[in-house]
């Protein structure tokens, strides 16, 4: 097992607001995160000597030339192309980086843009099975590589579309009351199973929205952020995994089954200590897939789980508090941050009309970068207030 995390805490989460579509380019919307988190913590902006970036619109630019745009200049870099993972593993990584003394702050900022263009061309180039394989058929995107995945769990697990229907309108309601959410219109179980379908059996509200906008947080040592006054939460644990389960021939559990054990022996604590869980959620199927495998529940009751549960913000397991993606939109990669930044807000009281009474640990996971059948970043953190 790897050792443990010290006193390496995360602080300052910060937002910028997405929105629908923006003639921003990705480089505005992670300059203005950068700057939010240069207000918000009172540090100078060279103090900053550490900087974890993701992004998928930036190009041909990378976190290097990102460095140049907002006048960085990092003894520590890490560029993270990892979609809905980058989050945990920016976090993991900069608290490496802190620990080690190759870095004393480190920003980890991720965000996209989201124009007439840019998704088209994201799916264009997004990887060389995409472009070989996918998008030349004109199966772009990952609407039907998750309808394989959900109508395999389905058959294999007896899942259905009202159970995946429970879970969108919790995250709805827990949406409703977070200003940051752009969708937060009510959603019963009626207008959702009665959507229109997308690709069977993914109909509207199983699908993510795309947007532009962009989240990030700071890494330091505890001592620090105490100095300085700000509100922070300790990292207990983390994970990473990537290409889990190459065999399995329909993708049905992800590397935190991999790695489990290890995260919740680095954190001390075990699923039931849990006061707020932020699951990764651009498709329903895969929310109760990583409950599954970070041991919420056996694999294959994830079904029942959720019955058994009340995943609002009042409910006795709050799940994806402030609405997950499938209400608050992704904005590309920022998607991979959105629960990490929401856990940091719960376990700081600062999770404005939707604050879990007495919320002290969270489990945040991710899951990123699908190919056409699976995808291959897994990520998992336990946090501490």
Excluded at 233 to 253: K, W, Y
Excluded at 288 to 298: N, P, R, S, V, Y
Aim: aromatic share 8%; glycine share 12%; proline share 4%.
């Amino acid at each position: 097992m790897s050792r443990g995390y010290d006193d390496i805490v995360a602080a300052v989460p910060v937002t910028v607001p997405y929105v629908r579509r923006s003639e921003h380019g990705a480089d505005w919307f992670l300059a203005r995160a950068l700057a939010a988190l240069v207000a918000q913590s009172g540090l100078r902006k060279l103090v900053i000597d550490g900087l974890c970036a993701s992004s998928f619109t930036l190009g041909p630019d990378t976190a290097v030339a990102l460095t140049q745009h907002v006048g960085l200049s990092p003894r520590y870099l890490e560029w993270l192309p990892m979609g809905g993972a980058c989050g945990v593993v920016a976090l993991r990584r900069a608290a490496r980086a802190v620990q080690a003394g190759d870095a004393d702050v480190v920003a980890c900022i991720a965000g996209d843009t989201a124009n007439d263009g840019s998704f088209r061309d994201l799916l264009a180039g997004f990887s060389s099975f995409s472009r070989a394989a996918v998008y030349p058929y004109g199966a772009g995107g990952a609407n039907a590589s998750f309808a394989l995945i959900t109508d395999a769990y389905m058959h294999r697990y007896g899942a259905t579309r009202q159970d995946f229907g429970r879970l969108c309108v919790a995250q709805r309601d827990n949406a409703r009351r977070n200003p940051l959410a752009l969708l937060r219109g009510a959603l019963t179980l009626e207008q959702y199973l009665a959507a229109r379908p997308i690709a069977e059996p993914l109909h509207l509200f199983d699908c993510v929205m795309p947007c532009a906008g962009a989240d990030g947080f700071l890494v330091m040592q505890r001592g620090r952020a105490e100095a300085l006054g700000l509100r922070h939460v300790r990292l207990l644990g983390a994970i990473e995994r990537h290409h889990a389960f190459p065999d399995d021939p329909v993708q049905l559990r992800g590397g935190w089954a991999m790695d489990r054990e290890a995260l919740w022996a680095q954190a001390g604590l075990a699923p039931g200590d849990m006061d707020v869980v932020q699951t990764y959620d651009d498709y329903p199927v895969i929310a109760l897939m990583q409950l599954e495998d970070l041991g919420f529940c056996a694999k294959g009751e994830a079904v029942a789980f959720a019955r058994a549960h009340d995943f609002t913000v009042d409910g006795d397991l709050p799940m994806n508090t402030g609405g997950g993606q499938l209400s608050m939109g992704q904005a590309g990669a920022a998607g991979g941050y959105l629960g990490l930044v929401e856990a940091l807000r719960q376990l700081t009281g600062t999770a404005e009309g939707r604050q879990v009474a007495g919320a002290r640990h969270a489990l945040v996971s991710g899951f990123g970068m699908i190919n056409y059948d699976r995808g291959l970043c897994s990520a998992a953190c336990v946090l501490g207030q």
